[in-house]
């Protein structure tokens, strides 16, 4: 089945800096690709879905990248602030059936300091 | 308007014991997922339903996990017997159709096994 992985586990940046974390998955039949940010004690929430080949797609603060030849994702944080501290998860998932469930990645902790 | 409603917010369970976590996802939504998320593995699917029907049910999770979904409203999870190394959060999630479309997360159920 699809393995995600997700680098880096931690990541501690200084405010203003920017923070890129990045996904590898192994499923050339991945559809749907997702971020999502987890605050302490919270639910995981969406921040960005992306399905296009190659894509650059820009939030409020951030950039995501998906490049399915290299079977790579990244979402990068432009100018990182404490706000922006808690745990990302990247998760990808399939087209239709058994397909439409969202497989994470390991997730990455960030720090953003004054 | 509510999210996806996950009972108890916390539960602490002797070894050998069984528990039954609850999930209501959100109303409309025609797909419900279970989550285990610890810092080691990351978030795993243990179960994934589809219209009440059960799309998948996590492998490695099949002997000792139970989830089942009577009505379209609501989803419970049973963990018999538990062990040690169940301690995890358990979160519940729901979209209307799949992963393609918005899964929305509960808060979970932070589960400590003594």
């Known amino acids: 089945g699809e393995q995600v992985e997700q680098r880096p586990p931690h990541l501690s940046v200084r405010e203003g800096d920017s923070a890129v974390i990045t996904c590898t998955y192994t499923?050339?039949?991945?559809?749907?690709f997702f971020w999502y940010k987890q605050e302490p004690g919270a639910s995981l929430q969406l921040l960005m879905k992306?399905?296009?080949?190659?894509e650059i797609n820009e939030g409020q603060g951030f950039t995501v990248l998906l490049n399915k030849k290299d079977k790579r994702l990244s979402l990068n944080l432009t100018a990182a602030h404490p706000g922006d501290s808690a745990a990302y998860f990247c998760?990808?998932?399939?087209?239709?059936?058994?397909?439409?469930?969202?497989?994470f990645g390991t997730g990455t902790l960030l720090s953003v300091k004054p | 308007d509510a999210g996806v409603t996950q009972t108890p917010r916390h539960e602490v369970a002797e070894k050998g014991q069984t528990i039954i976590l609850k999930c209501e996802p959100v109303?409309?939504?025609?797909?419900l997922f279970w989550y285990r998320q610890t810092k080691i593995q990351g978030l795993e699917l243990l179960s994934y339903?589809?219209?009440?029907?059960?799309?998948?049910d996590g492998g490695a999770f099949k002997d000792r996990f139970k989830a089942e979904m009577l009505n379209s409203s609501f989803s419970t999870l049973k963990i018999q017997p538990t062990e040690p190394k169940d301690s995890a959060v358990y979160l519940c999630?729901?979209?209307?159709?799949?992963?393609?479309?918005?899964?929305?997360f509960g808060k979970g159920t932070r589960l400590t096994v003594v």
């Open positions: 999630a729901s979209s209307p159709d799949g992963a393609n479309t918005e899964v929305f």
């Open positions: 499923d050339p039949n991945s559809y749907y």
């Open positions: 992306v399905f296009s080949s190659t």
């Open positions: 998760a990808v998932s399939g087209f239709g059936g058994s397909g439409n469930k969202l497989i």
């Open positions: 109303s409309g939504h025609n797909d």
């Open positions: 339903f589809r219209s009440k029907s059960l799309m998948e």
